[in-house]
């Protein structure tokens, strides 16, 4: 097992964020984890990369305990974190901001192929190699943080939100580019996602989370219908509200 | 036409905002240095060790972001660590009898007295920083004002060793403007090598996006606290070079006044650009000489005394209100022709 995070509770003052959530992530996967709003979601990811402590429970990545490490610590050991909301560096150009990517590591000739491989995969971020990240479109600045994550040869990728605010057609192309680099290159991925429809055709298997507590977890192709995860999702039965009200 | 991408012709474009500010200080020191007025070298020496002042805070505040109110402090701490070195071989006991036996007897040379001021500063820099650079923002920002009070009070009682309220008079008055501008150049130089390093990226990352630098795997305190000791090492070699260009030193001289002097220059200029930095000394020193020169009067008209501090508040306010990114926008001087934009010379760079 790559990532274990077992039975972790996270407080925000006396205010329990998650009450004994585990997740566990295999070389290789593809993991969701689904919820509505104030579920935990991104907090779930903020435990894991060091940005908050877990009160309990144990997050361990490929053996190590990394409950209380620092970000940074996290990043070097191998996670990499595309935090919520599209963070670039706005004043460095995108060259810049994927060299940022790079600097955690010693191989030099492997960075460069790397480097060449993200500019493929995303040409937009070529042409535009000379300007400030901040002048890009909130499509191409998701691809720039993906591209950025990549560069640290990361042995797992954490997503939070890669959809948020972008239009369809872009969450389309940044999930198209999330399951090529499965694929290609065996990328391990642990994304949060509002969506459980994107969730379910791109994940391998899924946590619903709801009010800091797993309601199900399951393999994606035994949950297909949805029922069962819209139920988790939001907590009642099917019917008590109107078919097509619920909007996922 | 040139030949467009020869490594030499690289080579001066990606140098290229470091040649024009050189090469544009050495016009103005090779002018004023030509026409012989003493009162004029005067400003152009108190300028040029300005900018080495300005441009150390810019490694500073410019690549992390956090507005440094601290930084005269080093230069205090600098300059009296020159002058127990240098200072008035027959009299440096009277001024400052508390100095160790090795001080009273001993002088050191001019260069190795102003390296070794900034290495102190440097070594304060890194002991106060250890403990500064852990907050962020606002925080960070009054603690270095902090740091510069408990400095200021302290060299002002420690009269043994500083003279105290009263003057250290009769250092050498060795910074002459070429000997400024040498050190103008090394600091600019530094600056500029500085914010294109790996160090310096990651610090501008962090500058932008905390979080996410973090989640890079930046180490954002130890990259503020290098850049934090980096500058208070020129900080305090400018200390030096203020000394040797008044011949005397007061504790009063570092403090409210010069802090708010170099950070008007600095934002003035554009705080986020070496250009900036340079380009604001020059900016609010001619302002200042201007206006100081119609406070005594030319030819028969005079504006009120102290109307120099009050431009200059002026200026700043009109440059946070109308143009918050400085003269400069933030911006460095480009090669202004025409740039290679093949995508085969980028990949070379990158390596």
């Known amino acids: ?248 | 036409m040139i030949e467009a991408n020869t490594p030499l012709l690289r080579k001066v474009r990606y140098f290229w905002p470091l040649i024009v500010l050189c090469l544009g200080l050495l016009i103005i020191v090779a002018i004023v240095d030509s026409t012989g007025d003493i009162i004029l070298a005067q400003t152009l020496v108190e300028g040029l060790v300005r900018i080495v002042i300005v441009v150390a805070i810019y490694m500073f505040v410019g690549n992390s972001g956090i507005i440094s109110f601290g930084h005269i402090g080093f230069v205090l701490i600098g300059a009296y660590a020159t002058a127990w070195q240098t200072c008035c071989p027959y009299t440096r006991e009277m001024f400052m009898p508390g100095l160790p036996t090795y001080l009273l007897n001993n002088s050191h040379h001019f260069v190795l007295a102003i390296f070794l001021g900034g290495v102190l500063a440097a070594v304060v820099a890194l002991i106060a920083g250890f403990a500064i650079m852990r907050l962020t923002g606002i925080a960070a920002s009054i603690g270095t004002f902090a740091f510069m009070m408990v400095f200021y009070s302290a060299y002002l009682r420690w009269s043994t060793w500083t003279s105290g309220a009263s003057s250290v008079i009769g250092l050498p008055t060795t910074t002459t403007p070429w000997v400024g501008y040498a050190y103008a150049v090394v600091t600019i130089t530094a600056a500029f090598l500085f914010t294109r390093s790996k160090w310096g990226l990651a610090l501008r990352s962090s500058r932008d996006d905390e979080v996410a630098a973090k989640a890079s795997g930046v180490n954002v305190f130890g990259q503020r606290l290098l850049a934090f000791v980096i500058s208070a090492f020129f900080c305090g070699m400018a200390g030096g070079l203020f000394g040797h260009f008044l011949g005397m030193l007061t504790v009063d001289s570092f403090y409210l006044g010069m802090t708010f002097i170099t950070l008007s220059m600095l934002v003035v200029g554009g705080m986020q650009s070496l250009a900036g930095a340079v380009i604001g000394v020059v900016v609010i020193s001619v302002v200042i000489d201007v206006l100081r020169r119609l406070e005594t009067g030319i030819g028969g008209f005079s504006i009120p005394s102290s109307s120099a501090e009050v431009g200059v508040g002026l200026i700043l306010l009109l440059i946070l209100i109308l143009r918050s990114s400085g003269i400069t926008g933030n911006a460095e001087i480009y090669w202004p022709f025409k740039r290679d934009v093949s995508s085969e010379g980028a990949l070379r760079r990158q390596s």
Do not use: W
Not at chain 1, 97 to 121: C, F, W
């Open chain 1, 1 to 248: 097992m790559l990532l274990d995070v077992d039975n972790i509770t996270v407080h925000y003052g006396r205010l329990a964020a998650l009450r004994g959530i585990s997740v566990t992530v295999e070389e290789g996967e593809i993991v969701c984890v689904v919820g509505p709003n104030g579920a935990g979601k991104s907090t779930t990811l903020l435990a894991i990369s060091g940005v908050l402590h877990p009160t309990d429970g144990a997050v361990t990545f490929d053996g190590k305990n990394i409950a209380g490490m620092s970000p940074e610590a996290v990043a070097r050991a191998g996670i990499s974190q595309v935090p919520e909301g599209r963070h670039v560096f706005t004043t460095l150009n995108v060259e810049e901001n994927l060299r940022i990517g790079t600097r955690m590591r010693k191989d030099r000739a492997e960075i460069e192929k790397d480097y060449k491989r993200v500019l493929e995969l995303f040409p937009v971020l070529a042409e535009r190699r000379r300007q400030p990240a901040g002048k890009l479109s909130g499509g191409e600045q998701q691809m720039l943080v993906i591209g950025r994550a990549l560069l640290t040869s990361p042995r797992i990728m954490t997503i939070d939100e890669p959809s948020l605010g972008l239009a369809p057609n872009l969450v389309d192309r940044v999930y198209e580019v999330l399951l090529e680099l499965r694929r290609n290159r065996g990328l391990t991925l642990l994304i949060v996602e509002q969506s459980s429809e994107r969730a379910l055709k791109a994940a391998d298997r899924l946590y619903v989370l709801r009010s800091g507590e797993i309601q199900l977890e399951g393999k994606a192709a035994d949950l297909q219908d949805g029922k069962r995860v819209r139920q988790a999702y939001f907590g009642f039965e099917e019917g008590v509200t109107h078919e097509g009200e619920v909007d996922f």
